[in-house]
């Protein structure tokens, strides 16, 4: 089978989806990380995954594996109210119940997963450690494990210790069966673990070493190695599953021609949108960014229900003489009437933010009002694009944050999230390397969002006329940490020939005066 190969950030985006439409939520978010393993954070809504190169294998078999340990954990978010740390044996045990009884129960909802979890435990079989590697009873706890998940164990075990083990996962298995007839959850699955660990005789709180993906040399298998021991898998499996061709689930067909779709897409996505054409521009590469410190859901969606009536293209508005008569608002002396206005957005806009060291104090707020506000734009499908600038080893930098012609975005926000405030203000630099990709790609209005002063006053305003000259709308929004500093900024920006200046002092007031722009202009 050909290799293919993902990008990170393109990974991300496919995670992202896919965690949302399997947990039913889309609050949850995913960030890749090189850690000590898989985690998913209730509270936070948070997904961690590892990187594929973590995985062994080919390229579409890291894929797989990345794939369906998404969806596990796209299923403890949707029917486990509790994960405890694998650091210990408690939680260790728990959440290997967890593990059975919550793909039990998801299996009859994603049929066609079948193939994916036997593929899942035939590589886990080889991830696991041979227990002849372990010491105490770190090795009658991972012998558990094994034996309750695959159905065998790795290496030897003594026989009393093999005994326990084996009295350990019958009682494991009727606890997950009970558990799931009478639709306990995590909370009871919890009070049963004692009964367990009695039986494994072992300290609740032992130690347990994390069994990380690799494989030691020497232990790869050969194709026709692997399909034996997805055979023996899906024999033991067969009561559950019923009957599976460990040579289909070897090949992984279905799955691969959902990844060659997802990888064009990817591909078509990427060339249109990230292939920047800007000289001089960069594009902030990391994914292990963590962008819900700077989501405020509560703005989000005030700004959303504020302007909603813009998502149908029309406004209702109070007017002298109209459609429908208000009287309310007769009554108390406002105007009677009731019309609908017309309002389509057809505006292409352009945000440049300003990332100097000066904003470092508000830095979080200052994107949350920024993320808040492309999340509008995305709702009302209107066209921007949003750069950044900010002094990166004292080199100014101007980041491609959104371009125009792909969708906001986690990954946008990841952009966003990651571009420190730090440098001066170095406004003209940052309009002259915008200015070549304008004049062919002309926006309607470009908005630019800062604090102060340019460094140098006199070439801003030389190349303002040169954005003026070929008919682009030259908008800024000073803010301040007041109303009169607020305003005195905007004052010294408009010398500069802005067409049109607006003043905030509060950050989260942004998004409604951009919005109010495109709804003038």
């Not at 948070?46 to 995985?55: A, I, Q, S």
């Not at 035939?122 to 991972?142: D, F, K």
């Not at 026989?159 to 009871?188: G, M, N, R």
């Not at 905007?490 to 109010?516: F, M, Q």
Request: charged share 30%; hydrophobic share 40%; aromatic share 10%.
């Amino acid at each position: 089978m050909q290799s293919l190969h993902l990008r990170s950030d393109t990974l991300l985006e496919i995670a992202t989806f896919l965690v949302r439409r399997w947990s039913g939520k889309e609050s949850i978010t995913v960030s890749i990380s090189d850690q000590k393993e898989v985690q998913t954070k209730l509270r936070e809504n948070k997904v961690v995954m590892f990187p594929l190169e973590r995985y062994q294998g080919s390229d579409f078999q890291k894929y797989r594996q990345f794939r369906i340990a998404l969806w596990y954990e796209a299923m403890r978010i949707r029917y486990s109210n509790k994960i405890l740390s694998n650091d210990h044996a408690f939680g260790f045990i728990l959440n290997t119940l967890e593990t059975r009884r919550i793909e039990t129960i998801a299996r009859t909802v994603w049929q066609g997963m079948d193939g994916e979890i036997i593929f899942k435990y035939g590589i886990s079989w080889l991830y696991r450690p041979l227990l002849n590697t372990l010491y105490g009873n770190t090795r009658i706890v991972e012998g558990f494990s094994q034996y309750f998940l695959l159905g065998d164990i790795k290496g030897e075990l003594s026989p009393s210790a093999f005994e326990k083990v084996q009295k350990a996962s019958k009682l494991a298995l009727e606890i997950v069966k009970e558990s799931i007839e009478k639709k306990y959850e995590t909370d009871w699955l919890e009070k049963r673990i004692p009964e367990i660990i009695k039986i494994l005789e072992i300290d609740p709180l032992l130690t347990i070493p994390i069994s990380i993906p690799k494989i030691s040399s020497g232990m790869a298998l050969s194709d026709q190695e692997f399909i034996k021991t997805l055979n023996k898998i899906a024999k033991y499996r067969e009561s559950d599953f019923g009957e599976l061709d460990p040579n289909r689930i070897s090949e992984g067909k279905e799955v691969f021609e959902e990844f060659k779709v997802l990888l064009e897409e990817a591909k078509r996505t990427e060339n249109k949108g990230l292939n920047n054409e800007i000289i001089g521009i960069s594009v902030p590469t990391a994914t292990n960014v963590d962008e819900t410190k700077i989501i405020d859901t509560d703005l989000i969606n005030h700004l959303k229900a504020k302007f909603k009536e813009w998502k149908s293209g029309w406004k209702e508005e109070h007017v002298f003489s109209g459609d429908e008569f208000d009287e309310e608002s007769h009554m108390d002396g406002h105007k009677p009437f009731l019309s609908d206005r017309k309002i389509a957005i057809k505006t292409k806009i352009v945000i440049l933010l300003d990332h100097s060291s000066s904003i470092a104090s508000q830095e979080i707020q200052y994107k949350k009002a920024t993320l808040a506000l492309c999340e509008v734009l995305e709702y009302l499908k209107v066209k921007f694009s949003v750069y950044a600038f900010n002094t990166e080893q004292k080199q100014v930098t101007c980041w491609l944050v959104k371009p125009e012609n792909l969708k906001w975005n986690s990954i946008s926000a990841k952009r966003l999230a990651q571009i420190k405030a730090n440098g001066s203000t170095p406004l003209a630099e940052v309009y002259n390397m915008l200015l070549p990709s304008f004049r062919s790609k002309k926006p309607d209005i470009f908005l630019t969002l800062t604090d102060g002063e340019p460094s140098d006053p006199d070439a801003v305003r030389a190349i303002m006329r040169d954005f003026k000259s070929i008919g682009v709308k030259m908008v800024s929004i000073g803010f301040g940490p007041d109303t009169e500093d607020a305003i005195i900024i905007a004052n010294n920006l408009r010398r500069l020939g802005y067409e049109r200046t607006l003043a905030v002092s509060r950050l989260s007031d942004i998004p409604k005066r951009v919005l109010n722009v495109l709804g003038t202009s």
